[in-house]
């Protein structure tokens, strides 16, 4: 079963851009994740599905802002502009013939 | 628009059982993978369960397995989770989710299961 790992927590200034990352563990480089975002007291959003060759695909109404990119067994989430309301916990998910896989996530804090 | 609505969430004592429902619309329920994922207080995502579209397969998280039962009505557009033999452990916000390919696409707003004497 894959295993996804995330840094705790991250942090950047209003209106500059974060990279957070996901990797997947050993034998399952090539794998596809998805990111979602939970900001505060919601449920999950889903933001976007990402391949290991660094093509991805956007949820309906995730801004521009939100991008994607991978290598090797890194999958990362880029946030450009970086707004009040991106303050959120940020989690990676993949799969296998038997389970789905969350990482542990990644609380994001906007200075 | 996808909507998933999750009901049947409350307080219940360790050793109980509740059953989740999760009521779908806007897409078309009988063709797609659905999942449920919880969240404890203060805790991450944690995956639970998922069917596949017509029910025959079903897949659990070791926590779970043994205890909890997916199923779905596709006729009523509804997905079901049968929580026997509940634990203190169990508490969180069970959030239903839809699957259009091998990850999460949508989700719910979520119940909270409270298992507390």
């Known amino acids: 079963q894959p295993v996804l790992t995330q840094s705790s927590s991250a942090s950047a200034s209003l209106g500059s851009s974060v990279k957070l990352t996901c990797t997947l563990s050993s034998g399952h480089s090539s794998s596809i994740i998805a990111w979602h975002q939970q900001q505060a007291g919601k449920a999950p959003r889903y933001l976007m599905k990402?391949?290991?060759?660094?093509?991805?695909n956007k949820g309906s109404g995730v801004p521009d802002r939100f991008s994607g990119s991978s290598f090797g067994a890194d999958r990362y989430l880029t946030i450009s502009n970086l707004q009040s309301e991106d303050e959120a916990d940020y989690y990676c998910e993949t799969w296998d013939s038997n389970a789905q896989v969350f990482g542990g996530g990644t609380k994001l804090t906007v200075l | 628009e996808v909507q998933l609505v999750e009901s049947g969430g409350g307080l219940i004592q360790p050793g109980g059982s509740l059953r989740l429902s999760c009521a779908a619309s806007?897409?078309?329920?009988?063709?797609?993978?659905m999942h449920w994922v919880r969240q404890a207080p203060g805790k991450g995502l944690v995956w639970v369960s998922r069917i596949n579209s017509d029910g025959s397969s079903t897949n659990y998280a070791d926590s779970v397995k043994g205890r909890f039962t997916i199923s779905r009505d596709n006729a009523k557009n509804a997905l079901y989770l049968q929580m026997d033999s509940l634990r203190a452990e169990d508490t969180a916000v069970y959030y239903c989710?839809?699957?259009?390919?091998?990850?999460?696409?949508?989700w719910g707003q979520g119940t909270l299961v409270t298992v507390s004497s």
């Open positions: 989710a839809l699957a259009y390919t091998v990850t999460t696409d949508s």
């Open positions: 806007g897409f078309t329920f009988s063709g797609y993978w």
């Open positions: 990402l391949e290991g060759s660094g093509n991805y």
